[in-house]
């Protein structure tokens, strides 16, 4: 039977895909399709006709599978936050394992991995310490507040309620969106790059109570912006719940001209400079961070606070000499290195990141780590040092051939590969597998519940 784009097909859900979608069968063809799990039986029209598969948008459910639950937020299936509140929490853990071992078996052909079970999140609500909501329009050209509409490059939905960061954010975001509308500031449009509103930037230190809040605009000042932006300090500079306070608010301007590089100002107009954070783990080990409002910092804390801890359990056995923390980002994971071992080198492409890193040691009086910019392949040449222990936590597309080979160089018996993309790391092991290096453990920790995204950490060693 010829299929066609847009038919609206019947199907059992059997299974999940990396990517969070339902797999089914429809006439001996494998289906695809969103907002559906294992056990649910589905009407969806179809997008995208292949070969071997078929791509379909979920259209309505005929019969639920008897695991689904009522999602706690009123948004879910509408908002581009979570895509599987519908799951129990158990299930979506139990499919995020399943998935990491489908990806070594499928893409890197090693079928002994040794996948252990998920680190689940205690609570798998407020669990983000940063959201970035978007001023804009609904579809009926109304003035909104929220996230991204899946799917739809402009519109952005009302969010009068989420479950992701804490009760204070919400207040914040509720409170923002009610004086912005009274402000008449009109949001920006991206479509004409016009309009002043952009973004509200929230960032919570979970274990300090901070709360710094950024107002990020166009360059396109009103006229009335120096006495009502005062208004909106004063009434956000008081807000607080619980051990939780505003401690900083900023002001970021973006000024975006045609065949210009975009250029970002920032201004404090209320509190710190940056938003404290600390860390610590089960063996006592405490840092502290101090973040600024553009920072890249884990986004889970308490999560990240037991990934570190995967890491250390795995690189005791090797911190005589010196380790390598490659991509090391602001420092975080070689910071927590250096307590336990000679010495730390890191690289990092990002200078901001470095400048943080080096700023991070400094505040933790950690004196036996380095820094360095630049391109991991490219820095790697030029190391004369030999590592016991190399420690990468690249980026969604993982590494190359080229650095797996200058990696090699080292001849390092371990490695311990963080990873936020089981796809890329599976087809990583199977190239370091060609140089010796065979996958010893890899510990899938969940970061964040109610999407399909899992990260892992694996250690790699020489026999
Ligand atoms: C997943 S983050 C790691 C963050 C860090 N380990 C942490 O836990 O905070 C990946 C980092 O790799 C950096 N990066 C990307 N490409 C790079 C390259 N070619 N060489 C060095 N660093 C790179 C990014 O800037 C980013 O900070």
């Known amino acids: 039977m010829q299929l066609k784009k847009g ?5 059992d859900v059997h299974a999940m895909a990396f990517g969070g979608s339902g797999i089914g069968k429809y006439e ?3 289906v695809f399709v969103d907002k559906a799990m294992p056990g649910d039986r589905v009407k969806a029209a179809l997008t995208r006709i292949k070969p071997k598969f078929a791509e379909s948008k979920f259209v309505e459910i005929v019969k639920p599978s008897p695991d689904r ?5 009123k948004y879910s299936g509408k908002c581009g936050g979570c895509q599987l509140q519908f799951m129990p929490y158990k299930k979506q853990v139990e499919f995020k394992q399943q998935n990491v071992i489908d990806s070594f078996e499928r893409i890197g052909k090693i079928f002994d991995a040794n996948v252990l079970d998920v680190i689940e999140c205690k609570e798998p609500f407020y669990y983000r310490n940063k959201m970035e909501f978007s001023f804009g329009y609904d579809a009926d050209m109304q003035f ?10 402009f519109d952005i939905l009302d969010l009068t309620e989420c479950h992701l960061e804490s009760k204070l954010s ?3 975001l509720n409170i923002t969106r009610a004086f912005m509308r009274e402000s008449e500031w009109k949001p920006f449009k991206y479509s004409i790059g016009k309009g002043f509103l952009r973004a509200l930037y929230i960032r919570e230190g979970k274990r300090t109570g901070e709360v710094l809040v950024n107002l990020v605009t166009s360059d396109d000042v009103p006229k009335n912006f120096d006495e009502e932006i005062k208004k909106y300090v004063d009434k956000v500079s008081t807000m607080s719940d619980g051990d939780q306070k505003v401690t900083s608010i900023y002001w970021t301007t973006i000024i975006s001209k045609r065949g210009q590089r975009r250029q970002t100002k920032e201004k404090v107009l209320f509190g710190k400079r940056f938003l404290t954070e600390k860390m610590i783990l089960e063996n006592g080990d405490e840092l502290s961070f101090d973040i600024l409002p553009q920072a890249f910092f884990q986004v889970n804390t308490y999560q990240a606070e037991l990934l570190y801890q995967e890491v250390l359990k795995l690189a005791t056995q090797s911190t005589n000499g010196t380790v390598f923390d490659l991509f090391c980002g602001t420092g975080t994971i070689g910071l927590f290195l250096a307590k336990h071992c000679e010495k730390v080198l890191g690289i990092e492409l990002n200078e901001e990141a470095v400048k943080a890193a080096r700023e991070n040691a400094q505040k933790n009086n950690i004196f036996n780590i380095d820094f360095y910019v630049g391109d991991a392949t490219k820095m790697l040449g030029d190391i004369k040092e030999f590592p016991s222990l190399i ?11 080229n650095m797996i080979k200058h990696m090699n160089s080292f001849n390092a018996d371990r490695i311990i590969y963080v990873s936020c993309n089981p796809s890329t790391l599976a087809r990583d092991c199977a190239w370091l597998k060609e140089y010796g290096y065979k996958v010893k453990s890899v510990q899938p920790v969940d970061m964040f519940p109610h ?8 250690l790699l060693e020489r026999d």
């Open 7 to 11: 038919e609206i097909i019947e199907f």
């Open 28 to 30: 001996g063809m494998t």
């Open 69 to 73: 639950v009522e999602p706690k937020c």
């Open 144 to 153: 909104t507040l929220g996230m991204h509409v899946p799917g739809r490059r």
């Open 170 to 172: 919400t207040d914040i």
């Open 391 to 401: 420690v990468v936590d690249p980026p969604r597309a993982g590494l190359t051939e």
């Open 451 to 458: 999407t399909y995204h899992i990260e892992n950490v694996c």
